[in-house]
């Protein structure tokens, strides 16, 4: 026979407070016991929690900066350097200068040494005289064009070039001066050795002239 409605009250109001202690029983365990860890993969994903290859990556990118900060200072003292300019050589400058005090020795001495053999033959006759200028301008052309030489080696080509036009300008003129001096003793027995004279001047002062321009 089917239950009464008061009947049917009664058992529901103890089924509900069988559920009610339960719950009630549960809440005070986990109050006492704290909540039950959970597992990793219930953290996977939340903004709090960092996987090993989210650690490796940013262990890879502070390592990249700093590999680019030191690039970065490497390149600063590369440019330093290459902004240095260059400064010319001192041996190079030792060079230059030893050979202008080698051919200006050269030229003093060679000086010194036609004024002593010119005394010789100065007060001789007219053959001495004119054998005497001759020899002297056969040394100092000798010296001119040795130092012609020099010039060509150490000039750049371009340098050079310029010299070379000068000096068949020089030799034009040197010869004409020459021509001009001899045609005053034209048929005498001076007129070559004044053209020897005008020439070994001209001469003597292109050699001078060559190292304090050059060298």
Known sequence: MGQSNSEKSEVSYFVVIGITTVASIIAVVFILHGFPERSADFYQGTPHSISESEI???????????FEEKKEE????????????????ENKLSEN????????????????????????????????????????????DSLLNEIYGVLKNILSEEEFLVLRDSQ????????????????EFAGGSWEDIMYYSESLN?????????????L
């Open 56 to 66: 490796d990556e940013k262990e890879l990118t502070v390592q990249l900066v700093r």
């Open 74 to 89: 490497n390149e600063t003292v590369t440019k330093e350097v290459k902004i240095t300019p260059p400064s010319e050589p």
């Open 97 to 140: 200068q030893r050979v202008f005090d080698y051919y200006m020795n050269r030229l003093d001495e060679t000086a010194l040494q036609q004024e002593a053999i010119a005394e010789s033959w100065a007060s001789g006759n007219d053959h001495q005289v004119r054998e005497g200028v001759y020899a002297e301008l056969q040394v100092w």
């Open 168 to 183: 068949r300008s020089w030799i034009e003129e040197r010869d004409l001066a020459a021509a001009a001096a001899a045609s």
């Open 202 to 214: 001209y001469t003597r002062e292109r050699c001078y002239w060559f190292v304090m321009t050059y």
